[in-house]
């Protein structure tokens, strides 16, 4: 007996992920080269989350020793055979030699349900987490999630081993409900003073001139609409400003922006009870030299630098952000402006650091939904622990609202 699963969709690596909401529909052949017996035929829908971090906490002299766990977030099973007006039997059922087709739909859902009652994991009413495989540095943390469909042709009697064929899917959920633009927008700023060069490596400046020099700071501010949401695949939507707060009465060498570069970063946590391991994936996005753009002199409104310098900055294609029980991955915009006292200073650094929200822009894929075209899509709740979001534990009330987007 041979069983296969055919999807109504292609599953190439270019092909569209299933999100929230979509169905999964197809159907499950099986091809008996003779009559044979079956007790029962059932076609199983699954996410499973898988976690290993090193065991420090439980031995800190252990590299090697791993704490690991399981969550089951998703789990739907719908039996193909017999019928639901035909008590199953024993003894199985005949079926004739040829060709068996048996059609299946499932309806993927916006919400997880974990299935571990451990009391020292805190789990969350959330959405579905995306398809992912990561390993830290040096193999100290792995965290996976993975979809698959699965049949299982139960046949009687001890002699006859069940027959599984299982079908990987790659999940991407949804992004979280926008709220309208909120008025301020978010912003990270940062700053330090600007000195300027000295005539000979171990000279110094005098103290009246060093006094005024320290007042002369430059200052650099990133900032996003808010909440602070990017997109992968598109450009950045945010403005750069730099100020030079010239407060001395002497007239220094003018504060020239040299260098200008912009990294994504990608900080992923890893949780096992009391284990956990942090580490960070670096996206360079745009690097910028020779710019030699007086700062006292930046275009309206003030301070702010002209957005065509990063035109061409485009965010990669990356895993959103999310939050499982064992799983966190966060993301960050780091700017740094390479800063000069005049076009012959020495270059000083000063870094911003905004936490962004990154979103995939997935929609439902055309005709793969349950709902109707006159339907709204429902509400996504948002990510917790990303962007001030506080995370919270699983409800009690089966009736609650989700407090938490993973």
Do not use: C
């Given at each position: 007996m041979k069983v296969t699963i055919q999807l109504d969709r292609s599953l190439g690596d270019h092909d569209q992920p299933f999100a929230s909401t979509d169905s999964v529909c197809g159907f499950v052949n099986?091809?008996?080269p003779h009559e044979d017996d079956v007790t029962r035929i059932t076609v199983e829908l699954s996410g499973v989350l898988f976690s290993s971090v090193v065991a420090t906490a439980i031995n800190p002299l252990a590299s090697t020793e791993h704490a690991s766990d399981k969550h089951k977030l998703l789990y739907l099973c719908h039996t193909l055979f017999p019928p639901p007006d035909i008590h199953t039997s024993p003894k199985g059922f005949s079926l004739r030699k040829g060709a068996k087709t048996f059609p299946f739909q499932f309806c993927i859902p916006i919400l997880s349900a974990c299935d571990d009652d451990k009391i020292t994991?805190?789990?969350?009413?959330?959405?579905?987490?995306?398809?992912?495989?990561?390993?830290g540095p040096n193999?100290?943390?792995?965290?996976?999630?993975?979809?698959?469909?699965?049949?299982?042709?139960e046949r009687p009697g001890g002699f006859?081993?069940?027959?599984?064929?299982?079908?990987?899917?790659?999940?991407?959920?949804?992004?979280?409900?926008?709220?309208?633009?909120?008025l301020e927008p978010k912003g990270r700023k940062n700053s330090r003073n600007i000195l300027p060069e000295t005539t000979s490596p171990g000279?110094?400046?005098?103290?009246?001139?060093?006094?005024?020099?320290?007042?002369?700071?430059v200052a650099l501010e990133v900032?996003?609409?808010?909440?602070?949401?990017?997109?992968?695949?598109?450009?950045?939507?945010?403005?750069?400003f730099v100020f030079a707060n010239e407060t001395s009465a002497h007239s220094p060498p003018p504060a020239i922006l040299?260098?200008?570069s912009v990294t994504l970063l990608t900080e992923l946590t890893v949780i096992v009870g009391p284990n956990s391991t942090t580490w960070t994936t670096h996206h360079p996005l745009l690097s910028l030299t020779e710019l030699r753009i007086v700062i006292r002199g930046l275009i309206q409104p003030p301070g702010a630098l002209c957005g065509g310098l990063w035109r061409d900055c485009i965010v990669p294609d990356l895993t959103p952000s999310f939050t499982t029980c064992t799983h966190m991955q966060q993301h960050f915009i780091v700017v740094?402006?390479?800063?000069?006292?005049?076009?012959?200073?020495?270059?000083?650094?000063?870094?911003?650091?905004?936490?962004?929200?990154?979103?995939?822009?997935?929609?439902?894929?055309?005709?793969?939904?349950?709902?109707?075209?006159?339907?709204?899509?429902?509400?996504?709740?948002?990510?917790?622990?990303?962007?001030?979001?506080?995370?919270?534990a699983r409800s009690t009330s089966g009736s609650a609202a989700p407090p938490a987007y993973c």
């Open positions: 099986l091809d008996l994991i805190t789990h969350l009413n959330a959405t579905l987490p995306p398809s992912f495989s990561v390993t193999k100290r943390a792995i965290s996976e999630m993975k979809y698959w469909l699965k049949v299982t042709v006859k081993s069940d027959i599984i064929e299982e079908q990987e899917l790659k999940f991407m959920p949804l992004d979280p409900s926008l709220p309208p633009p909120m000279a110094s400046l005098p103290r009246s001139a060093s006094q005024h020099w320290d007042q002369h700071k900032t996003l609409p808010s909440p602070a949401i990017i997109h992968a695949t598109r450009s950045l939507p945010f403005q750069i040299g260098t200008l740094t402006a390479g800063i000069s006292r005049g076009h012959a200073g020495r270059i000083q650094i000063i870094k911003a650091t905004i936490n962004v929200d990154l979103h995939s822009g997935i929609k439902p894929a055309p005709h793969s939904t349950n709902l109707s075209e006159f339907e709204q899509l429902p509400y996504i709740p948002w990510r917790v622990g990303h962007l001030g979001i506080s995370r919270q």
